[in-house]
């Protein structure tokens, strides 16, 4: 700095782009839908859909070509969903549909082709899913997804989705088939567990973010399983409609939900309030408060 407090042409040139990098993170916008009950309905209905898709295109096309398509349509779909400047419906969702399907194929690969059993597959995606856990709450100091509108979160947030995907994955097909359950029970006992994060935070005061994150990880084997259910044959313990029809049956009712919240725009969160923190100010609770809807 030149005295009487003059800034000199490197300096300025650095205030310069510090200030444009935290602009440039004020104005991404929040990059998840708001979480009401919608939005529980849209991921189980993605989940059972991504499981029953896997493993029809694995059948059909073979597990190597169904992996390929599926990496370069996750792959696609999260290229458009970190270019878009803040949350729109399709780009997030077709998104959340390419990860169950690819989450799918990973955990599949894992056990068909590398013969590693359900049992240590489930062990080893909770610690690399607790492994990205920790590293975004030590570098973000919040898991809110309420506050994911930096790119830096964004990348932590569905790093994170995909290992829930493939945890649920591997450990439905654990519950269902290892353990001798079926998929049925399966899907009842995983019904029975998705209720207690909720009971949890409004009865025991468990705090908003871990009770969505641990009835989010649920949500996969639940959906799944009652997707198994329905498509694979009786000798299995199924309906035997079959993996095809169970997966176009799926996507009726998800296309009629997104496209009703692409009309209404009912999920689209709101921003916070100019210079208040995001994780301070947007909670996480299992749905909208009162406060929040009206």
């Not at 959906?223 to 035997?240: I, K, N, Q, T, Y």
Request: proline share 5%; glycine share 12%.
């Amino acid at each position: 700095m030149q005295p009487g407090g003059a800034r000199t042409g490197p300096e300025r040139g650095r205030g310069k782009r510090t200030r444009t990098a935290a602009h440039a993170a004020r104005s991404l916008g929040i990059k998840v839908p708001t979480v009401a009950a919608t939005f529980w309905v849209v991921k189980i209905l993605t989940t059972g859909m991504g499981e029953t898709a896997s493993d029809y295109l694995a059948k059909t096309l073979g597990p190597i070509v169904a992996g390929g398509i599926g990496a370069v349509g996750l792959g696609a779909m999260l290229w458009l969903q970190l270019r878009a400047p803040r949350y729109r419906v399709w780009n997030y969702w077709l998104a959340i549909v390419m990860v169950s399907v690819f989450g799918t194929m990973a955990a599949d690969v894992v056990h068909v082709v590398a013969g590693i059993p359900y049992s240590v597959s489930t062990v080893a995606f909770a610690l690399i899913l607790a492994g990205i856990l920790a590293a975004w709450y030590a570098s973000e100091s919040t898991l809110s997804i309420h506050s994911v509108r930096t790119r830096r979160r964004e990348r932590f947030y569905w790093a994170t989705v995909l290992a829930t995907f493939a945890l649920g994955t591997a450990a439905g097909d654990l519950t269902a088939g290892s353990l001798h359950l079926g998929y049925l029970t399966a899907g009842l006992l995983f019904t029975a567990l998705i209720l207690m994060p909720a009971l949890a935070y409004r009865f025991l005061g468990l705090n908003a973010v871990a009770a969505f994150w641990w009835a989010y990880i649920l949500t996969r084997p639940l959906g799944a399983s009652f997707a198994d259910w329905m498509g694979v044959s009786p000798g299995r313990g199924g309906l035997g409609w079959g993996t095809g029809p169970v997966t176009l049956a799926l996507l009726v009712p998800i296309a009629v939900l997104l496209v009703k919240l692409a009309v209404s725009g009912s999920d689209t969160p709101r921003d916070e309030a100019p210079g208040a923190a995001p994780e301070a100010t947007q909670p996480l609770p299992m749905a909208q408060t009162a406060a929040e809807r009206g």
